[in-house]
Nanobody, 125 residues
């Protein structure tokens, strides 16, 4: 089992920045990918960004490229999501997730076995 705890959400005006953190505990040694997803009211959950735990490769949804940066701290078993130039359409509950199986798709929510409780991000215009 892996436990994930997010922090750092909040409210910000358009153009502002927020930094989310996700601390993992438990069987983190088997992590393949860790990712950030988000879900806005009335919409499906969508992937935002992900990072390969072993090599540090990063992946981004087109909607956040150039604005969001995902990073990891292996020693702390923590990932971060730096969100800049925020837009009202970024408003959502943000979840971090852990995919333990080698070869998991960073885009596919079904490949992620463990999820955090979510943190609200609200961007006002």
């Amino acid at each position: 089992q892996v436990q994930l705890v997010e922090s750092g959400g909040g409210s910000v005006q358009a153009g502002g920045s927020l930094r989310l953190s996700c601390a993992a505990s438990g069987r983190t040694f088997s992590t393949f990918v860790m990712g950030w997803f988000r879900q806005a009211p009335g919409k499906e959950r969508e992937v935002v960004a992900a990072v390969r735990w072993d090599i540090g490769a990063t992946y981004y949804a087109d909607s956040v490229k150039g604005r969001f940066t995902i990073s990891r701290d292996n020693a702390k078993n923590t990932i971060y999501l730096q969100m800049n130039s925020l837009k009202p359409e970024d408003t959502a509950v943000y979840y971090c997730a852990n995919a333990p199986r080698y070869g998991s798709s960073w885009r596919a929510s079904y490949d992620y076995d463990y999820w955090g409780q979510g943190t609200q991000v609200t961007v006002s215009s």
